[in-house]
């Protein structure tokens, strides 16, 4: 049988993989200027991030949505 691919472009990519991509792309600062959550606004870094997004559904949804946007960008 055949796999199927899935469609979804979250599929098998990680918090950590999607923050440090948006971190390497766009740098914190302007990160904070897109999503402005404390985690990129004060003292920002990556594992930080992680720690608050993991227990924040909104603010993840909002992180994945300018992962999913910024996609075509990172290639």
């Given at each position: 049988m055949e796999k199927q691919k899935s469609?979804?472009?979250?599929?098998g990519v990680t918090l950590k993989v999607?923050?440090?991509?948006?971190?390497?792309?766009?740098?914190?600062?302007?990160?904070a200027e897109l999503i402005p959550i404390r985690c990129f606004t004060h003292n920002p870094s990556?594992?930080?991030?992680?720690?608050?997004?993991?227990?924040t559904d909104w603010a993840r949804k909002k992180v994945e949505e300018l992962y999913v946007k910024s996609l075509p960008k990172f290639d």
């Open positions: 469609n979804d472009p979250l599929h999607i923050v440090e991509k948006l971190a390497a792309f766009y740098g914190f600062d302007t990160l990556v594992n930080s991030s992680l720690t608050f997004l993991r227990k």
